[in-house]
C-alpha cells in the first residue's frame, strides 16, 4: 500500500460512518485504513467490524481505553510491522476529508520533493460551502517560517500525509492533552520545507451541543511542558528567532492561564502562584534572550506576573505625576 491512514476511534457512533464512507471515497484508491477501536462504550467498534467486513483495505485494532495518543501510536506501530506504505496519515473519528484528500496531498508532496504536505482546514458543525475546494494550488514554505506563520496549521497532527519514515523514532506522548504539541514540531523540523495549500480538504468538526460544556481546567497546564521542550529544541538548535518567537507565545499562554487561575477559586489557591511564578522566569528570560524589557505595548504583561509589586508601582507613579 502507498498510504496508511490511521483513524483512532473513541465515543463516536453518531460521526464515525461520516468519517470512514469519506476516507472510503477517495479518488486515490492505493491506501490501507486502520481504525483503532480505543476501547469505545458504544457501538463503534461493531461499526468498524462491519466495515472491515465489506472492505479488505480497512485493519481493525480493538485495545484497551488508553487516550488519543495511545491509539495513534498503536496505528503507527502496525504500520511499521505489517505494512510497505510510504506514506501515512492521521484523522479524528468525527471529523471528515474532502474526496481528493489523499491524491491531492500525495501529488503535492512528490511533485515538490517534500516528506510533508499539509492542507488548511475548515471548523464546520457540518455544512461544507460549495466552493470550499476550489482554485486549489500548493506553496512550498520553509520549516520555520511555517511554524511562525501557519502556527495551527503547524501544530495539528490532522490534515497533513507524512513520509512514514520521520516516525521511525517518534511517537505521541502517552495521558497528555494537547499531545499534537509535543509531536509535530519533531517532524516538521525534520524536513527543510513543507508543501501546503491554503485550500481546506480536512472538516475539522465542532459538536455546538458539547461547546458550553467544556470547561478549561489545570489539566491543560500540560501544555507548559510541551511549551518547554519546544524551547530546549530551538535552543540545541540554535534557531534563535524562533527561540524568541516561541518565548513571547509562551507569555501570551501563561497570562491567559494566570487569568483563568484567578477567576476560579477551585483552581487559584492549589495553581495560580506556580503558574504566576512560571510566568516570571519566561519574562526574565525573555528579557535576557532579547537584552529588552517588554515593550510598552505588553507592559500588561508585568501587572499580571507581579500584580502587588506593580499595584504598588503605577500608585507611585501617579502620585509623581501628579
Known amino acids: 500500500m502507498s498510504i496508511s491512514v490511521i483513524v483512532p476511534v473513541y465515543n463516536v457512533e453518531p460521526y464515525l460512518p461520516r468519517c470512514i464512507d469519506s476516507i472510503l471515497s477517495q479518488t486515490y484508491r492505493n491506501f490501507e485504513l486502520i481504525l483503532i477501536d480505543d476501547g469505545s462504550p458504544d457501538n463503534c467498534g461493531k ?28 496505528g503507527i506501530e502496525w504500520v511499521f510491522k505489517n505494512s510497505n506504505s510510504e506514506w501515512l496519515t492521521f484523522i479524528d473519528s468525527d471529523d ?30 457540518g455544512n461544507i460551502p460549495s466552493d470550499a475546494c476550489d482554485n486549489i494550488s500548493a506553496e512550498i514554505w520553509d520549516t520555520s517560517r511555517f511554524f511562525r506563520e501557519k502556527n495551527l496549521n503547524a501544530t495539528i497532527a490532522c490534515g497533513k500525509l507524512y513520509k512514514t519514515s520521520l516516525f521511525s523514532e517518534i511517537r505521541y506522548p502517552k495521558g497528555k492533552l494537547h499531545e499534537d504539541e509535543f ?16 485550500t481546506p480538504l480536512y472538516y475539522y468538526f465542532i459538536n455546538e451541543k458539547s461547546i458550553t460544556g467544556v470547561t478549561w481546567t489545570p489539566a491543560h497546564l500540560v501544555a507548559l511542558e510541551a511549551f518547554d521542550e519546544r524551547l530546549f529544541f530551538f535552543r540545541q538548535k540554535k534557531m534563535t528567532d524562533l527561540y524568541q518567537w516561541q518565548l513571547e507565545h509562551y507569555l501570551f499562554f501563561l497570562c491567559d492561564c494566570c487569568r483563568k487561575l484567578a477567576e476560579n477559586q477551585q483552581y487559584k489557591t492549589e495553581y495560580l502562584s506556580s503558574t504566576r511564578k512560571k510566568l516570571r ?25 507581579y500584580p502587588f509589586e506593580r499595584k504598588i508601582y503605577w500608585t507611585v507613579r501617579g502620585i509623581i505625576s501628579e
Open 47 to 74: 461499526i468498524c467490524d462491519a466495515y472491515a467486513d465489506n472492505d479488505g483495505r480497512i485493519v481493525v485494532i480493538h485495545q484497551k481505553n488508553g487516550g488519543l495518543s495511545d491509539a495513534r501510536n498503536a
Open 183 to 198: 509531536t509535530t514540531y519533531k517532524i516538521l523540523f525534520a524536513c527543510t520545507h513543507i508543501a501546503f495549500t491554503e
Open 96 to 125: 471528515w476529508i474532502d474526496n481528493r484528500y489523499l491524491e491531492i496531498l500525495l501529488n503535492m508532496a512528490t511533485e515538490n520533493h517534500s516528506d510533508i504536505s499539509v492542507s488548511n482546514f475548515l471548523r464546520t458543525s
Open 281 to 305: 522566569l519566561i519574562i526574565k528570560d525573555f528579557e535576557k534572550t532579547t537584552h529588552f524589557r517588554l515593550p510598552k505595548d505588553k507592559e500588561w504583561i508585568y501587572d499580571i506576573a
